[in-house]
């Protein structure tokens, strides 16, 4: 498969008042051609600092790029010019957000917020735009499209406002979409719709997708490769089926425990993850997990796991992976952890 983004051992902090945050600590993974990849985690795992980064979002005057590159097509953006940045940006790689009512203009027509990024990358007529804005409006399933052309952010529903940004995102056919949250703020039923509409339109338009999410079961129905992020780590990656069936870390399997079961016939309560994730100010020496995780041996909190490999395909950063390590029920028999 052709590899489209590539992150580097990417190293990402804040300057604060209270000091410097560490937000993404030596990430690296990739995304292939046509491929949806999922980056799953709870809220400050460092997902989100993650595809801003790469899409240059990130505030200049707080945010240092410690250390890391993130390669599209083998061109490193982290080295871009920001014009060349911004051209690459809304043609080649786009990205939606959580709440399309911040990210559209009030101002302007939906149709005409769409046809803008086609004339400034495309350089294509108004009538043509127009055509192809159209088509667009159209294609992400919004009725009456010609005259949705003519309205305004504030006249379309919640779920609406999600497809015109999808269509705003997708007019200029990227190469690439990065989706942060994308259904969040949307109900259920909607979120199913704009699901399957973006896994529709990848298969259309070939266009690659990171999806970020802390939702595993908008990952289980969208994506094919998921990388679990922890404290700005990533500590699991793999296929689908991979991490749904053969999880090998614990913060994996605390998600996994943590949603409920529907095809269950037995009433089954969830379990949460005790405990919060660490300071990011001073993160933990060793493994980030470990002041949560029941499984805790001594190198635990004194060492970093590396990166164990379980399949080509599928890495996990636990201790637990090591041979040299007792079996998870091994631990759980001793009757204690490290934390205790
Ligand atoms: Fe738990 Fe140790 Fe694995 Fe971290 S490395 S998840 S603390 S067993």
């Known amino acids: ?63 240092k790029i410690k250390n890391g590159a993130i390669y599209y097509k083998g061109q490193n953006l982290l080295k871009l010019k ?11 790689i786009s990205m939606i957000f959580q709440d399309p009512m911040t990210s559209l203009n009030p101002t302007m027509k939906i149709g005409s917020q769409i046809a803008e990024g086609l004339r400034i990358h495309h350089n294509i007529s108004k009538q043509d735009a127009k055509a192809q804005a159209t088509n667009m409006i159209k294609l992400v399933g919004i009725p009456n499209p010609e005259q949705r052309y003519d309205q305004y952010p504030h006249e ?9 940004m ?42 690659a997708i990171i999806l970020i999410t802390h939702d595993l079961g908008v990952v289980a129905e969208t994506a094919e490769r998921v990388a679990v992020m922890y404290a700005g780590v990533i500590v699991e990656t793999g296929t689908v089926d991979e991490i749904f069936r053969n999880p090998k870390h614990p913060y994996t ?20 993850i005790e405990g919060s994730p660490p300071d990011l100010f001073a993160p933990p020496k060793g493994c980030p997990f470990a002041p949560r995780c029941k499984y805790a041996m001594e190198i635990c909190a004194s060492e970093m796991p590396g990166d164990y490999e379980i399949s080509t395909s599928h890495h996990a950063k636990c201790w637990l992976n090591d041979e040299q390590s ?3 029920d091994e631990i759980l028999s001793l009757g204690r952890t490290l934390y205790e």
């Open 1 to 63: 498969m052709e590899q489209l983004l590539e992150v580097k051992n990417l190293e990402v902090n804040f300057t604060t008042y209270g000091g410097e945050v560490k937000a993404v600590r030596d990430v690296s993974f990739h995304i292939n051609k046509s491929e949806i990849l999922a980056i799953v985690g709870e809220s400050g795992s460092g997902k989100s600092v993650t595809v801003q980064t790469i899409m240059g979002l990130l505030p200049k005057n707080v945010t």
């Open 156 to 164: 379309f529903s919640g779920g609406m406002r999600q497809r015109a």
């Open 326 to 328: 007792p079996s998870a």
């Open 166 to 207: 999808i269509a705003i995102a997708l007019a200029c056919k990227p190469e690439l979409l990065i989706a942060d949250e994308p259904t969040t703020a949307l109900d259920v039923t909607i979120q199913a719709q704009v699901l399957k509409l973006m896994v529709d339109l990848k298969e259309k338009t070939d266009t």
């Open 82 to 92: 920001k014009s060349q940045l911004r051209k690459l940006k809304g043609s080649k």
């Open 253 to 272: 399997w605390g998600l996994m425990e943590s949603i409920p079961d529907f095809n269950s016939k037995k009433k089954e309560r969830l379990i949460p």
